[in-house]
């Protein structure tokens, strides 16, 4: 009969080798002087060393450590020689819920390789300058719930793989401009919150300009804002777009109405009673005929396959003889435009996890901008030509050369001119006084001259001279024209102005 085998005594020998293992590493993990302390959990290249009461980080971190857990301890200070030796594999570092009140400006010297660091829910009172300068590899960091009043300009300068920023729950006073800012900004960014803090003002205009992906991704809720149009415009154009930012906290948008009494309002009420602001539209491209303009499509995400259909529908058709193409960006160059390309662009965009459309409204103008300019010149030139119309007009009736009253060798004798012929001449013809020129209006108020209702009195003696007078120059031929033009209204009971 056949001894057994000896690989029968295998087992005992692995669960021995695991006992040693395990022994060793949680050797190495001790906390320094504290025998009474429970040691860190070893898990693979893992090592959680949470809820363990520590007031300082455990010394001998093995080299191979890619994840450190340190959270809800008591760790109050991270200098600069809490890890002695360089962690090249330390990837993520976890010191969330502790009481963190300083960070040394070389904490994160042997640690460069960090992508995720969580230092939430802890009480560090600012951000110094260049405190996360080693950290160039970062992509994830967690600093809500802490007690920050600044954050220094160049805080996050170096950070150039940036992409999650959690600043809530804070005492932030000033919005970090120069992290969105156009020339200033991490390319990278597509998260930044900012909610829950005291900052009481907005770059509204330059949150305006950002690309749909990072407003996105722009959390500003529950600030003290003042209230005001432009603020409610900028809410609900994110809101049109189903913004996370806005769509996700939609009743945690409040801002302070001007006054005395600091009353918070919801900002989508503005366009109610409290402000009256207008309600939002999208409004339309515009261009006009044989300009170049390029419509771009804004997604929510980056990176995303873009097609486009034209107006009618119809399908964009790569090479084929139309005005309009895709860029390698994804936006679409019209050019030259034409007065058919009026009308709704739709962008298509995809990805493996996401799908967009975004409709573009473009109006041609049915001319071109000099043609614009030419009747805008066109118009001025008319309203000149009126202009000068009515000066010659006035000129004419105001400033006509005087008649034959000032002419020399005539005489003024009341044969050559009649109270009737000046109720409606315009040239005085009443002696040489000067203050009788310019008078186109007389009124004849010789008692002696009327009758009943203001008419002149045909029995007067006066009348009777002068109407022998007009009488004899008619059949001789010479009566002067202002009299003949004053026949017919001799007898008109209202005055009549020219």
């Known amino acids: 009969m056949s001894q057994p085998s000896s690989p029968k005594r295998a087992p005992r020998s692995d669960c021995l080798e695991r006992a040693l293992t395990l022994a060793v590493c949680m050797g190495l993990l001790w906390p320094p002087g504290g025998a009474s302390v429970a040691p860190c959990i070893c898990a693979s290249n893992i090592l959680s060393c949470s809820k363990m009461n520590l007031s300082s980080v455990p010394a001998g971190l093995p080299l191979y450590t890619a994840v450190l857990d340190l959270s809800y301890n008591d760790i109050v200070r991270l200098r600069s020689e809490w890890t002695p030796v360089k962690l090249p594999k330390l990837r993520n570092l976890i010191l969330s819920h502790n009481n963190l009140l300083f960070l040394s400006l070389e904490a994160f010297v ?81 998260l930044l919150d900012v909610s829950s803090n005291k900052i009481k003002k907005l770059p509204l205009d330059e949150m305006r300009l950002l690309p749909a992906w990072l407003r996105n991704g722009l959390y500003f809720h529950n600030n003290p804002l003042p209230c005001h149009c432009d603020l409610y415009t900028l809410v609900a154009h994110w809101e049109l777009r189903k913004l996370n930012s806005v769509a996700d906290f939609r009743d945690d948008f409040t801002c302070v109405l001007p006054g005395p009494q600091k009353v918070q309002v919801d900002v989508f009420d503005l366009s109610g009673d409290s402000m009256n602001c207008s309600t939002f539209k999208e409004a339309e491209e515009e261009a006009f005929l044989e300009q170049t303009l390029i419509l771009g499509c804004d997604t929510k995400h980056r990176n995303m396959l873009k097609t486009w259909t034209l107006p009618g529908p119809a399908a964009l058709i790569p090479g084929a003889n139309q005005t309009a193409n895709v860029m390698p960006d994804g936006s679409l160059k019209v050019s030259p435009i034409r007065s058919e390309d009026s009308g709704t662009y739709t962008c298509f965009a995809t990805s493996e996890a996401f799908n967009e459309t975004i409709y573009v409204v473009l109006k041609v103008h049915n001319f071109t901008m000099h043609g614009g300019s030419e009747t805008l010149n066109t118009a001025y030139t008319t309203l000149v030509g009126c202009l000068a119309s009515v000066v010659l007009v006035l000129v004419y009736l105001y400033l006509t050369p005087c008649r034959c009253f000032c002419c020399p060798g005539k005489g003024k004798g009341r044969g050559d001119d009649s109270i ?79």
Not at 482 to 494: G, K, L, P, Q, R
């Open 420 to 498: 009737r012929s000046s109720v409606l001449s315009v040239t005085p013809t009443h002696g040489g006084d000067p203050s009788a020129l310019n008078r186109h209006v007389v009124f004849t108020d010789a008692k002696e001259a009327r009758g009943q209702n203001g008419k002149l009195n045909p029995n007067g003696d006066q009348d009777d001279e002068e109407a022998d007078a007009e009488a004899r120059s008619l059949m001789k031929g010479t009566r002067k024209k202002s009299v003949a033009e004053s026949i017919s209204s001799v007898f008109s009971d209202t005055p009549m102005m020219v």
């Open 110 to 190: 042997n640690v460069k390789h960090l992508r995720y660091l969580d230092l939430s829910s802890n009480k560090l009172p600012q951000l110094e300058e260049f405190v996360f300068e080693p950290l160039v590899h970062l992509e994830v960091l967690l600093l809500y719930n802490n007690k920050i009043t600044r954050i220094d300009h160049s805080a996050f300068i170096t950070t150039l793989n940036l992409q999650k920023l959690y600043l809530s729950h804070n005492q932030i006073s000033r919005f970090p401009a120069e992290l969105i800012r156009e020339k200033s900004r991490l390319e990278k960014l597509s």
